[in-house]
């Protein structure tokens, strides 16, 4: 059986059971407890992780290390026994991302990645140095633009 | 809001099974160290305040649901979609 939800930004959109992600905590400040990721172009780097249980909820995200050549995640180790997470478990990231009218206007926040394994997310404080809130997500183009060329 | 005044080395307990203690005052400075069930998050609040306008500014997003599809995603990966993360225990006076 299809779960449907009724989504102010995408209209009525079936969501498999199987594909739904758990996230026990919610996003930080966002709540939220089931989440699936939502793409209309397999090829497209962007997803949205739309609410389940708040169809008024969606983020678009997108895999950072798409973007970002020296992205990487570190926990502390509170949140690693937390979350029964260590080195050797394998997760999907995935990074929210602010979408405005120019691409040079993007961002991404590498600082709360949220991590996917298991069926559960979780989002994190990223404990790596060097992870903005609102990291550009195209420099190029963003350096452009702020050079004037557009 | 509860107002509790408290000396170094003194605890409050929230619910059964969150305890706060005053570690050290030091002028302006308070060191609390905090004993939770491993299932509480504890966040600085300028932190979590942070996280959580970012996650408001990426659902309210450009106002509509247009995603650029073709776009330049510098680093192409095939296959290979899953990582490790490290895990490390981060300076305590941080």
Known sequence: MRLVIESPRFGRVEIDPESVIEFPDG???????????LTS????????????????????????????????VQVTDEDGERLGLDERTQVDVYVTVVAAERLSDF???????????????????????????????????????????? | MLNITRRRGERIV???????SVLEVSGQTVRLGIEAPRSVRVYREEIWLE??????????????????????????????????????????RG
């Open chain 2, 14 to 20: 929230l619910g059964d099974d969150v305890f706060i």
């Open chain 1, 107 to 150: 961002t991404a926040n590498r600082r709360a990645p949220i991590l996917v394994w298991n069926g559960h997310g979780h989002q994190v404080i990223n404990q790596a140095p060097g992870n903005d809130l609102r990291a550009p997500l195209f420099a190029e183009v963003a350096t452009a633009a702020a050079g004037g060329a557009s």
């Open chain 1, 41 to 72: 172009d397999p090829s497209s780097p962007f997803k949205w992780l739309h609410c389940v249980d708040d169809p008024s909820l969606s983020l678009p995200v997108c895999d950072p290390h798409r973007f970002f050549a020296d992205f990487s």
């Open chain 1, 27 to 37: 996003l930080i400040g966002l709540g939220g407890s089931r989440w699936a990721l």
């Open chain 2, 51 to 92: 996280v959580k306008r970012e996650n408001e500014a990426a659902a309210a997003g450009a106002g509509d649901a247009k995603l650029p599809v073709d776009v330049p995603a510098p680093i192409k990966r095939d296959g290979e979609t899953s990582r490790s993360v490290a895990v490390t225990r981060p300076d305590p």
